[in-house]
Structure formats: C-alpha cells, structure tokens
C-alpha cells in the first residue's frame, strides 16, 4: 500500500542517513515521492548544497572530455612545431600547462555562472508559477529546479541521448513544481511554457533591436569579402586602423601590380609582380580610418597594374568586413605564418627549389636564404606561391657541398647543397 505524503516526510525527516547519493536514486527514480519528502526542507540550503555538488561533477566531466580530446590533438600539433625548432615534447609540455590552468579556471567559472543563475532562473520561474495558482515558496520552486537539474548535469557527458536526457529533466522539472506548489502536472507544464515563450519574446525583440542599429544585420555585419573584381580573385583582407592588406589570386596573365587604392585613399605598397595562378598579399601603410575596432567597413578598393605593355590598368571592387584591432591582426598572422611552411624540394648547381608544403600562400619576401650560415642574396622566379606549389631561387654561385637553409614564417629546412 503507497504511503500518504504525510507519511513520506515523516520517514524522511526521520531518516538521518539520507545523503546525496540516496536523493540522487529518489530523484530519479521516485520523483513524486521524492518531491513530497523534500517539502519538509526548510529553505534553500538543502538543496542549493545539492545542486552545487551536482553541477561541479557535470561541468568538470564535460570540462576533463574536452581536455582529453585536446590531448589527442598535441602529438599532431607538436610535429608541426618540431620543424620551426621546438621539440614536440616542448610544446606538448607548455599546451599542457596552459591548459590545466584553462582547464580549473573554466570549470569554477561555469561552476558559479551554474550556481548564480539557479536563483535567477527559479526567480523568473516562480512568477509564472504563482501565475499559474502555484500555493508554494520561492524555496519550493528553487527545490524543483535544484533537484530536477540532476540528470542533465549526471549525463550531460554522454554523446546522443542529449534530447532523452532534457525531456526526463523537463518532466522531474514538472513533477516537482506540481508536488511542492500543489498544483496539477498541466498548470505546472503551462508556467514552463509561458516562461520559454516571454524568453524567445525577449531573445527576438534584442535581435531585433540590434538588427536596426546593424549589429546583427547580415548586410553590414559580414565576413572579409569583396565583390566585383573583373581581373583578380579576392581571397583575403584585414582592415586595422592604420594598415589595410589584401590577398589576391591571379588567374589570367602575368602582371605588374603597381598601386591601391582604399576609400579614395591612395596606399604606399612595393611593385609586386605576379605570375599566373600566383597569389600575392598587398599590405599598404598610410592608411588612416576613423572607424573602430569591430565596427563594420564598406570600402571601394581599386587595384593598379600593368600588363601586355599595357599601363596603369585598374581592377575595382567594393570590399566589407570587420576593422580588427591590432592584436587580433598579429593573432591571424600568428596563425597564417604557422601555416607558412616549406621543404627544399632539389638543388643544382646554383639553383634551389623549395615545395610550399603550407596551408597559406608565400610571399618570396618572407623567404630568407642562407649558405653556410651567411644570408644570401637569391633572385626568384616567383613573386609568391601557393600550397603545393614550387618555387626556384638561383644563388649568385654555385653552392655545391655547401649548406643551403631557407627559412620560412612557420619553419625552416636545410640540405647539402649538391
């Protein structure tokens, strides 16, 4: 025969030896009778006790899963720092360290930002509860979402059963503001519902709000792109405050670029020459905005070169994005210059040919070229090239039986120079 509600909180105010293991299996298995026992609670701490318990395991679960994935990735990142002359354990070792520190401090940020915004989230709960004829205390509903949050947070870890995993935390949800309010399980289920719909009402309305001014406006806020060029092919830009770079790709005929043009302002850049199916990177100084970081541009830039005998040609397109702030430049260069990389591919006699076996395209100017530990002059036959593309530079000499390095923005490579 079930026992009364009465009967449920007597046996369980009596029962010292409830701890957190056996609220967890009650909470669980036996919500209904589990949420009578818990109305003789008296206040938050109880609960906010448990929930603290509960919501430090999950957040450090997910956190140590996210550590061990980037374990996975070190050994495959390391080999990719051995060639610039750091050791694969070296980086192994310093990733690591940085990491237990991300680690620790993302788990008590969550941790907190989980305990904090329990109260704020059963406040706003409580108000459609009461709407709702809910009889109970804020500490009651604090109590149903306390205690219904435990198998999100147990099971938050395990891969596919996300969606089972929030509806059985829904129903403990509704379960529990229905024991504890009085009310009954569809005035308990309505109060959810009205505060999920005055959520996305708020969500909707701020985006909207944004969209107006911009922020979230698809034609303003946009990625680096530029749209328009008949000659060049865009594939890059970055737009600082003082410095504007562009990548582009040449795919018609060898040119002789000369000049560009930003917003009517005209960019001091070295005469860059580029060979068909060659990328180049045009950085250009003098350039002055009175834009932001993270403000939106919309610039028109115009390119001039020479080919065929042909002078002072020009190539135009408007070009948006985001103007970046210094030290997200030297982050994304940073980056690209890891994926600078190359290999000295054959040498003979004078001549050196070097394979881009990078992700970016090289710019021979961030070459640099040394025979037996002197820098040498070396005259290219290209001004950059891409990923998986070669590269020949003739020495003023014969290097033979010397040793020949170059090295590049991500790494270096040297060989006995046949």
Known sequence: MPLTPEEIRKAYNED??????????????SPSEFFEAVKAEQGLKSAFVYLAIISLIGVSLVAILLFL??????????????????????????ITGMSL?????????????????SFIGAGIL?????????????????????????????????PVVGLFISIWALYLEIKGLSVLHNISMKRALLAIILLIVIVFVLI??????????????????????????????????????????????????DVEITGINVNGQELTISKSEIRVGSMVTLKGTGFSTTKKPSDAFSYIVTITYNSDGITDEKDTATCTGLVQTQLENVVQSQIANMGK????????????????????????????????????????????????????CTL?????????????????????CE
Not at 69 to 94: E, N, P, R, V, Y
């Open 396 to 416: 003023p000499e014969p290097c033979s039986g010397k040793i020949v390095k170059i090295s590049a923005p991500g790494n270096f490579d040297s060989v006995v």
């Open 341 to 392: 990389q190359i290999t000295i591919d054959n040498t003979v006699k004078n001549e050196i040919t070097i394979h881009n076996v990078g992700t970016y395209n090289i710019s021979t100017d961030e070459l640099s070229v040394y025979v037996d530990a002197v820098k040498t002059v070396c005259s290219w036959d290209t001004s950059s090239f891409g990923p998986d593309k070669l590269a020949t």
């Open 69 to 94: 994935f980037l374990g996975l990735m070190l050994s495959f990142l390391g080999s990719l720092t051995a060639s610039a002359g750091i050791s694969a354990d070296q980086f192994t070792g310093f």
């Open 101 to 117: 520190v991300y680690l620790g401090a993302i788990i008590l940020g969550l941790w907190l930002a989980t305990l904090l915004l």
């Open 126 to 158: 409580h108000i459609f509860v009461k709407i709702v004829g809910g009889k109970g205390s804020y500490s009651d509903t604090y109590k149903a979402v306390a205690y219904a949050s435990t198998p999100s947070y147990l099971f938050i870890w395990v």
């Open 16 to 29: 010292d030896n409830l701890g957190f293991f056996e609220k967890i299996k009650k909470v669980l298995f």
């Open 204 to 253: 909707f309305g701020i985006g909207v709000f944004l969209y107006s001014f911009g922020v979230l406006n698809p034609t303003v806020y946009t990625l680096s792109r530029c749209s328009g060029f008949q000659y060049f092919a865009f594939q890059d830009q970055k737009l600082t405050e003082t410095e504007y770079s562009i990548v582009l790709l040449n795919d018609n005929r």
